[in-house]
């Protein structure tokens, strides 16, 4: 029961649950599992021939797993959505829900070294097997493409000066923990932005460490062949980065460029938007502060 309590509330649950339009006898995806909280709203509204599939690769989520037959946990990356599906020998499901980002529970846990308000060895990995992890990215990326994560990522003008000063500290001594890299990086930390500054620098790392953004591409790109007609996809998204890959890729099915055309000249994408983007409410974001930068965007296959 301890590690479901280290799972804050699920962000825009209702909304993004709703926008699903769930039909009882349906097979679901919640392709970020975590705590389940948005995972029992699911069960709660299918019937007893529904089927729910979900994905964690946090090796911490499967404490929380529901004990539910209808219910099956996948402890694997979603960006290979379809090829584990398949082995269970589905092929089309009703919907899909994603609420990316980091979960609360990484959040708060100080060995996973995700945030800076704990003292912590550099880490940020979600998979605890991956090879790859914020130590490696720190101490090892040359300089040029520590500036392009930097830059890319965490969207930092100072991006190339910052990465130079990175490189000249750790030939001096290797940079270990969260606050050994804050303490190499003060220069660039006025105490009126202190906070904003290393949340982008710490983002940028996190990205690059889990490579985020390409698993979401891979996703977003196995959607349109996962879905019925008529299935909805959910996403609740964090930062700028994410949710501008999604609404591209909802408005235009790619994430450059313009939409396919047929030999008409019309348009040809695979979802259509549901409804506009949704926010919390301010309520939500008073009791729940990671609420505060989420944006919901709701599609159908058509």
Do not use: C, W
Request: no cysteine; net charge neutral; glycine share 8%.
């Amino acid at each position: 029961m301890m590690a479901v309590m280290k799972y804050h509330n699920p962000v825009l649950l209702f909304e993004s649950i709703d926008g699903l339009n769930i039909i009882p006898d349906g097979i679901y995806v919640d392709v970020t599992f975590g705590g389940g909280g948005h995972s029992t709203e699911i069960l709660n509204r299918l019937g007893r021939k529904g089927k729910l599939f979900a994905f964690d690769q946090d090796e911490d989520a499967v404490l929380n797993a529901i004990d539910d037959d209808r219910f099956v946990l996948i402890s694997e990356n979603f960006g290979h959505i379809k090829r584990f599906l398949r082995f269970y020998g589905v092929k089309k499901v009703h919907g899909i829900l994603a609420d990316l980002g980091v979960s609360s529970h990484q959040f708060d846990e100080p060995e996973r070294g995700f945030t800076i308000r704990f003292e912590a060895d550099l880490d940020m990995r979600m998979n605890k097997k991956n090879t790859l992890s914020a130590f490696e990215v720190v101490n090892h990326y040359g300089e040029e493409e520590l500036g392009r994560i930097l830059y890319q990522f965490g969207e930092l003008r100072n991006s190339r000066a910052i990465a130079s000063q990175i490189v000249e500290a750790r030939e001096v001594e290797e940079i270990r923990t969260s606050f050994e890299l804050k303490e190499v990086l003060k220069k660039f930390l006025p105490k009126n932005r202190e906070h904003k500054i290393l949340a982008q620098i710490f983002q940028a790392i996190r990205i690059e460490v889990n490579q985020e953004m390409e698993v979401l591409k891979q996703f977003l790109l196995q959607i349109p062949d996962l879905l019925m007609d008529g299935g909805r996809l959910s996403v609740i998204s964090y930062h700028s980065l994410e949710d501008r890959l999604v609404k591209r890729f909802i408005k235009n099915g790619k994430f450059e460029g313009e939409p396919e055309k047929d030999f008409y000249g019309n348009i040809s994408v695979p979802l259509k938007r549901i409804g506009k983007l949704i926010v919390p409410s301010p309520e939500e974001v008073k009791e729940n502060n990671r609420a505060r930068s989420a944006k919901l965007r709701i599609a159908a296959k058509v």
